[in-house]
């Protein structure tokens, strides 16, 4: 059974300072998605690791995937309050099926 | 504005109703997915149909009954439900192969009383 373990699962930062979420899976997989989550409302598609040695960015944020060692970050940089919402790393175990981890809720403060 | 649209937003049953959740993709995505998601919770799948076909159920009880009308439309058919079902209903879809990411609607809130 896949298991999907992301930590930390609660990280308060300062504006401006720099940050790294982790996303452990237990099972060999080569596809992984990170989604963002604001309260109450729909997860939003960030970022999709299909290879390993994937690093994809967007703005203050940066993925990484590592097959090998079955782990991908998301790594925040310069943190503004407008990145404060829970970040999910999603792996997809076989045929469009995913397994999320637990959530980041993340808190950024001026 | 999300491209997947899911009604009613809110939904409040009681435990011997009947109800339906909807679920609207006009996007051309040929598979779809609901999710259960309880507070402070990572979603769950629930069900994934692909070209309107069920080809994932995740042991989910039959108080809770999907069907694929059509290529753009996804019900889910509530009967019987608990309390413990109280929760936010999501509904996904994506281009087969699996290369893409799933887009989600913003959910169904459901409260069982």
Not at chain 2, 25 to 44: F, T
Request: hydrophobic letters at 35%; a positive charge.
């Amino acid at each position: 059974e896949l298991k999907v373990e992301q930590n930390p699962l609660f990280l308060s930062m300062q504006e401006g300072k720099n940050y790294t979420i982790y996303c452990n899976y237990s099972t060999t997989s080569d596809r992984l998605y990170w989604y963002r989550q604001d309260p109450g409302k729909s997860l939003e598609s960030l970022f999709v690791l299909l290879s390993n040695g994937a690093v994809k960015q967007e703005g203050r944020l940066m993925a990484s995937l590592d097959t090998k060692a079955r782990l991908s970050t998301l790594h925040i940089t310069a943190a503004v309050h407008d990145l404060s919402a829970t970040y999910f790393c999603a792996v997809d175990n076989a045929g469009n099926m995913l397994t999320f981890g637990g959530g980041t809720r993340l808190m950024v403060k001026p | 504005d999300t491209e997947v649209t899911q009604t009613p937003k809110h939904l409040v049953m009681g435990m011997t109703n009947k109800k339906s959740l909807k679920c609207e993709q006009h996007m051309g995505h040929r598979a779809m997915y609901w999710y259960k998601q309880k507070a402070k919770k990572p979603p769950e799948l629930m069900f994934v149909y692909s070209y309107e076909k069920l080809s994932i159920n995740e042991s989910v009880p039959s108080r809770f009954s999907p069907e694929c009308p059509n290529s753009s439309l996804l019900n889910l058919h509530l009967h019987a439900l608990q309390p413990e079902d109280s929760a936010l209903y999501l509904c996904a879809s994506s281009h087969p192969p699996r290369n893409q990411p799933q887009h989600f609607g913003d959910g169904t809130r459901l409260s069982i009383l």
